[in-house]
């Protein structure tokens, strides 16, 4: 019996001279990194493999290399991604690169540190009309940071055009509204999907009316923030200085927005978008400009702000704000619910962990 005992011993030191000793789920730093990697289907993670934790000093990506995915043709484009992130300071970050056609790879998000899993949504309007877009996700960890990282889920891409998805009327003036200045104007949030929506100005007047609508100045924000997507890039308070939104002519009837008319408009200094009926008198006259389009969440404050001059001279004259939201219209241009990584190269510039003790790293046991 003793002699049993004995080589159960012997057996047990041999083997852990041979290996790291773990805490827990969490081992002591070493030369190895975290990868990119499919932990199972339908979860990616960038980890020490076969451990719950990233490791130190990493610097990892995964880009994506299959068939070409193709912006063009779509005025909106979202992309949806999936995700939860638990990094242990600010040294520890997930980041997305997009490229377009150029190959030329630049930040354009960063993920916000979500432990319990969440979503988030994208306006791609920088690569419109890009036939080729190019994808990273690169995590980015410090010396010291031991924590879970980061875990994908899914991505989808959707895009839509102008004067597609559900509208809904915001407001409408008629020709008993006289109406000059700054307006602001809140909309109920139950009107806007959480989607992709653009808003609409639209003017009309009868055959025998030479009136005109005028806006300038127009913001979109939710909870106090700037959404709509500016001409010059960015976003903010469209000033029409350069142009304006997609347009589109109302049953064929004459219609046209159009920049630096001729009309008076109060004290709306500069250039401004205009709708003139006034251009094609003895015409019935309807049409429609249309913004960019944005992501607006569904449980913040939402408001449309802008100047405006309208001053009706006939009787059927009116103006008309309203909100499109993509809803069912929206098509999708790419899924992908990473049950497989084939469409993915995996790669890493981490390097070795030198100079950190067991002690200086933040971990919990």
Known sequence: MKTLVVIAILAAVAAFAGET???GDIEPPSPYNAKWNLFRSGEVRCDRAGLDCYGSNDNAFLIYQGSAINLAG???VEMY????????DDGDYCQLFLAGEDHNYTPFYTFENDADGGAVMLMLDKYYGARELGIEFVWVSDETGVAKGFRLYDLEIYGINWGQGEYENIFTWDATSDVTGHQHIGVDWMLIHPNMNCLSFEYGADPDTQGWWAVDNVDLTAGGVSVLPLQAGGYGVEDFESGGWHQYQIGGLPGEWEIDTDHATGDMSGANWQCDAAAHPGWGYKAETFSPWAVLENDQMIGVDFDTWFHPLGVGEYAKLGVYSSGSDERLMYLEMFHNLYDWYAGDYGYEVTETSW???????
């Open 74 to 76: 779509y005025d909106g």
């Open 21 to 23: 000793v773990t805490v």
């Open 81 to 88: 991604i999936s995700y939860m992130q638990e990094a242990a």
């Open 359 to 365: 002690g200086a790293i933040k971990a919990s046991f």
